[in-house]
């Protein structure tokens, strides 16, 4: 198990620059959209369906969300948050004192869930996990695919954009409130892919489970999943030490069982920036030009893990005895 707190603590990423919140609005309970913009009403950098961006609170710490406006406006940016109780305060800050008028830091837009063309989709979402599919949800609506959405969530009041989804699309949206439904019908909506399908599923940590479990059976590739909140890790395959060849410095770093692959590489004197530190977010995806990866993070597909050549140092670390990074 990485022991983050035996080091020093990490520099944070600098904001790429100041947005203004527009508007705030209450879309379900526990959740409200802010709406941002450009203080000098400039336009913002173009981003594609399943793109999230970091904010930074006056607390100085990145939270990653997911963009879920429409993308072909080029001046703002929406995001929703989540009210969690049990978090580092950030989701309160926004609830109880953001208001419109107030600057936010906003780090680079990144996309480590991207849509790929296909010919049909199917969307499953589970509370705020709704968040990165309505772009996708558009997108596929635009390019005349057809696709469908599974959404389920503890009540109708909690679950966000329901009502709006439903009047925008008709049939092709299945709100499914586990007070009223139960839990969600996976084994049926999962039985069977139809031909050329991908399913792009978010939300909590045991609805990614359950629809992995279900989609055994689909052909590789054809399901993409997305976490808000790192995944328990497991035990890494190795507990000795091994090293790290950092190419571009020429440096070499022994990594130890209780010090991250990160860490280790800016003890070193190399800055990687990251945000999460969780793999969760991929701000610190580094390529791997020689050794095995063990992949720990929650970003990765199946086949990037497979051909072994980037990794996430947050909370990846070696099958083999050495790793070399270019870095």
């Given at each position: 198990?990485?022991?983050?707190?035996?080091?020093?603590?990490?520099?944070?990423?600098?904001?790429?620059?100041?947005?203004?919140?527009?508007?705030?609005?209450?879309?379900?309970?526990?959740?409200?959209?802010?709406?941002?913009?450009?203080?000098?009403?400039?336009?913002?950098?173009?981003?594609?369906?399943?793109t999230h961006i970091d904010v930074v609170l006056p607390d100085g710490a990145p939270?990653?969300?997911?963009?879920?406006?429409?993308?072909?406006?080029?001046?703002?940016?929406?995001?929703?948050?989540?009210?969690?109780?049990?978090?580092?305060?950030?989701?309160?800050?926004?609830?109880?004192?953001?208001?419109?008028?107030?600057?936010?830091?906003?780090?680079?837009?990144?996309?480590?869930?991207?849509?790929?063309?296909?010919?049909?989709?199917?969307?499953?979402?589970?509370?705020?996990?709704?968040?990165?599919?309505?772009?996708?949800?558009?997108?596929?609506?635009?390019?005349?695919?057809?696709?469908?959405?599974?959404?389920?969530?503890?009540?109708?009041?909690?679950?966000?954009?329901?009502?709006?989804?439903?009047?925008?699309?008709?049939?092709?949206?299945?709100?499914?409130?586990?007070?009223?439904?139960?839990?969600?019908?996976?084994?049926?909506?999962?039985?069977?892919?139809?031909?050329?399908?991908?399913?792009?599923?978010?939300?909590?940590?045991?609805l990614l489970s359950a629809v992995q479990d279900a989609c055994v059976h689909w052909?590789?590739?054809?399901?993409?999943?997305?976490?808000?909140?790192?995944?328990?890790?497991?035990?890494?395959?190795?507990?000795?030490?091994?090293?790290?060849?950092?190419?571009?410095?020429?440096?070499?770093?022994?990594?130890?069982?209780?010090?991250?692959?990160?860490?280790?590489?800016?003890?070193?004197?190399?800055?990687?920036?990251?945000?999460?530190?969780?793999?969760?977010?991929?701000?610190?995806?580094?390529?791997?030009?020689?050794?095995?990866?063990?992949?720990?993070?929650?970003?990765?597909?199946?086949?990037?893990?497979?051909?072994?050549?980037?990794?996430?140092?947050?909370?990846?670390?070696?099958?083999?005895?050495?790793?070399?990074?270019?870095?």
């Amino acid at each position: 198990m990485v022991v983050h707190n035996l080091l020093p603590e990490s520099p944070q990423p600098t904001p790429a620059q100041t947005l203004r919140v527009r508007t705030k609005d209450v879309v379900a309970n526990g959740i409200v959209a802010l709406t941002l913009e450009h203080p000098d009403g400039e336009r913002l950098p173009d981003w594609t369906p399943g793109t999230h961006i970091d904010v930074v609170l006056p607390d100085g710490a990145p939270r990653q969300y997911s963009l879920c406006g429409d993308r072909w406006d080029a001046y703002t940016y929406r995001i929703a948050v989540l009210r969690e109780p049990a978090g580092r305060g950030g989701s309160a800050y926004v609830h109880d004192r953001l208001m419109p008028g107030d600057q936010v830091g906003i780090g680079g837009a990144r996309n480590h869930f991207p849509l790929v063309p296909a010919d049909r989709y199917l969307f499953i979402a589970g509370g705020i996990g709704i968040t990165p599919l309505l772009p996708m949800i558009q997108q596929a609506e635009k390019s005349g695919a057809d696709w469908r959405l599974l959404y389920g969530g503890r009540t109708r009041a909690s679950m966000a954009f329901s009502t709006e989804l439903t009047h925008a699309y008709g049939e092709r949206v299945h709100i499914r409130p586990q007070d009223e439904c139960g839990l969600l019908d996976l084994a049926g909506w999962l039985s069977e892919p139809p031909p050329g399908t991908k399913a792009y599923c978010c939300g909590p940590a045991p609805l990614l489970s359950a629809v992995q479990d279900a989609c055994v059976h689909w052909p590789d590739h054809s399901l993409r999943t997305e976490r808000f909140i790192a995944a328990d890790l497991s035990d890494p395959v190795r507990r000795s030490p091994f090293e790290v060849e950092l190419r571009r410095t020429g440096r070499t770093v022994t990594v130890t069982p209780e010090v991250s692959v990160l860490h280790a590489v800016r003890r070193a004197g190399t800055e990687v920036l990251s945000s999460c530190e969780q793999g969760t977010c991929g701000t610190c995806l580094v390529p791997v030009l020689e050794g095995t990866p063990d992949h720990r993070d929650a970003v990765l597909a199946d086949h990037e893990r497979a051909a072994g050549d980037c990794m996430l140092p947050c909370v990846s670390r070696s099958r083999s005895d050495r790793l070399v990074l270019d870095l």
